[in-house]
């Protein structure tokens, strides 16, 4: 599997290197960030897109500010303005804050080391709780059935091995045998370019399939669980996820099919009472009215394109991360498992 974001040293300095995931599946090209402003812009164009992996990038997008002798501040605020749903983001540079608090006194030099540092440890702690959060998942997953899953919660869209996808490649690592359906995942196609093309890297069978069939395979009988990402989750356990996300939802919980939610403790947003205070992304038309460049659309057509959408803490079964698994009243079960 191809990395999704690397710190490449160059001495004392360095610079980021990501995979370009609006180009997969079709070319591997790679995009390199030596300023914080290429950082905010590879998050913004959706270069690196996931939440945890937004989290990654902000922290090493930091790292690169205090190597241009950049200010602090401007550092943080355009990093902070790039996506506003993902909590990964503001996580991250949370992180970084700190450290950077703790260092009013040390030398560029030190400074500088102790960045690249902290960043290197975001990334490899991301890995380490998406492994986790499969360790924990893993058991959820019925033996035998499919699982559908919605956008891209790989190894994409974190430091490596994902989340949603970690529950799926710790439960084939575990022995089972299961196959997955993966909703394309309109408009950006996180499903059909990334997903897809994830699960078939590592030999996982995989099944395409458009975002409107969902309700029918979830009838089928064929589904035994649905497993989705998160993109912020509220302290009562609401969820902000992939625009789709929802209607997947209580198309499951219709059918009687658990819909878990896999996500690392970045993802938890406890200042938060309900999923209603969560700011909702709102995208470019175009990526609506457009296929791949092509305008589909009546010119001048009003369009939508919120990113992401709210998943009422009732139609999750479980939310699964590196600390364990979560169940309703979440209120007290997420306060519980996160300490
Ligand atoms: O707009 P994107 O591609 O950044 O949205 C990604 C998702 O919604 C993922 O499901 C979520 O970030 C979880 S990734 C482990």
């Known amino acids: ?34 300023t914080y402003e290429d950082v905010a812009d590879a998050i913004r164009t959706m270069v690196i897109r996931g939440a945890p992996a937004i989290g990654v990038a902000a922290a090493m997008g930091v790292a690169l500010g205090v190597q241009q002798g950049a200010d602090y501040e401007t ?22 804050r700190l450290l950077h608090a703790s260092l009013v006194n040390a030398s560029q030099t ?52 994902g989340t949603a996808l970690g529950v799926i490649r710790a439960a084939v690592e575990a022995g089972k045998k299961i196959d997955v359906f993966a909703d394309e995942t309109r408009p950006f196609l996180q499903g059909a370019r990334l997903t897809a093309w994830e699960l078939q890297q590592d030999g996982i069978p995989t099944t395409l399939i458009t975002d409107n069939m969902a309700g029918h395979f979830l009838k089928s009988g064929r ?16 969820v902000a996820n992939k625009i789709g996300t929802y209607s997947v939802a209580v198309l499951a919980k219709e059918n009687g099919i658990p819909f878990y939610v896999a996500a690392p403790s970045s993802t938890f947003d406890l200042t938060l009472d309900s999923g209603d205070q969560i700011p909702i992304e709102q995208r470019s038309s175009d990526e609506v009215t457009h296929v791949f460049g092509v305008h589909v659309a009546p010119e001048n057509i009003g369009v939508e394109n919120p990113a992401f959408d709210v998943t009422p803490a009732r139609y999750v079964t479980a939310i699964i991360c590196e600390k364990g698994v979560a169940r309703a009243p979440y209120k007290e079960s997420l306060r519980a498992i996160l300490g």
Request: charged residues 25%.
């Open 1 to 34: 599997m191809v990395e999704t974001i690397e710190w490449v040293s160059e001495g004392g300095s360095g610079h980021v290197l990501m995979i370009d995931q609006r180009r997969l599946p079709r070319e591997q090209v790679f995009v390199t960030c030596r």
């Open 110 to 161: 030190e400074r500088l080391l102790r960045f690249i540092d902290e960043s290197q440890k975001i990334r490899l702690e991301d890995i380490a709780m998406c492994k986790a959060i499969g360790r924990h998942g893993a058991p959820l997953v019925p033996d035998g059935k499919t699982v559908l899953t919605h956008c891209n919660a790989g190894a994409l869209a974190t430091a490596g091995y």
């Open 75 to 96: 550092v943080h605020t355009t990093l902070a303005a790039t996506r506003p749903t993902a909590v990964n983001l503001f996580w991250g540079l949370e992180r970084m």
């Open 223 to 238: 589904i035994g669980c649905v497993v989705v990402g998160a993109d912020r989750i509220a302290g009562n356990g609401d």
